[in-house]
């Protein structure tokens, strides 16, 4: 591909670094839901931490398409009840509402995300080395 010569950037690394980016903040989504899988709401019958879904969408990126993070929005599962008539939470039948997050689920959509960031360190990393070597070659 031709590097673009209004940024001198090369589209490859362009398009691995919006997925850097979007997969970024992907794993910062995927944190805080993990962090609030077990808050509840604070006062009787109140809705507890309600997970967050990335939405990410292609962009066109130097002549090339990538990928940003279009928006966050909020996850329609309902929420799981307990019943825990004790609770500060617990509504008049004494049961809590417990948030929607699945942490086994968050956890291995954060080993996916993780996976997918280092595949786009590599094609970087890879392209760079590339360019590298043609410059060697270039230079004997």
Do not use: C, W
């Not at 689920?105 to 590298?132: F, G, P």
Request: hydrophobic fraction near 35%.
């Amino acid at each position: 591909m031709p590097i673009n010569k209004t940024t001198d950037t090369h589209p490859t690394l362009s398009v691995a670094a919006s997925a850097l980016r979007a997969q970024q903040a992907r794993m910062r989504i995927i944190a805080e839901n993990i962090a609030n899988a077990d808050s509840t709401g604070q006062t009787p019958g109140a809705d507890p931490y309600r997970g967050k879904i990335p939405v990410f969408e292609a962009t066109k990126i130097d002549g090339a398409m990538g990928v940003k993070l279009a928006s966050v929005r909020p996850d329609s599962k309902p929420f799981p009840e307990e019943y825990d008539p004790s609770h500060p939470a617990a509504d008049a039948r004494g049961y809590v509402k417990r948030p929607n997050v699945e942490s086994l689920v968050q956890s291995m959509d954060m080993r996916d995300a993780q996976r997918a960031y280092e595949a786009n360190l590599n094609v970087i990393e890879t392209t760079r080395s590339m360019e590298q070597k043609t410059l060697d070659l270039l230079k004997r």
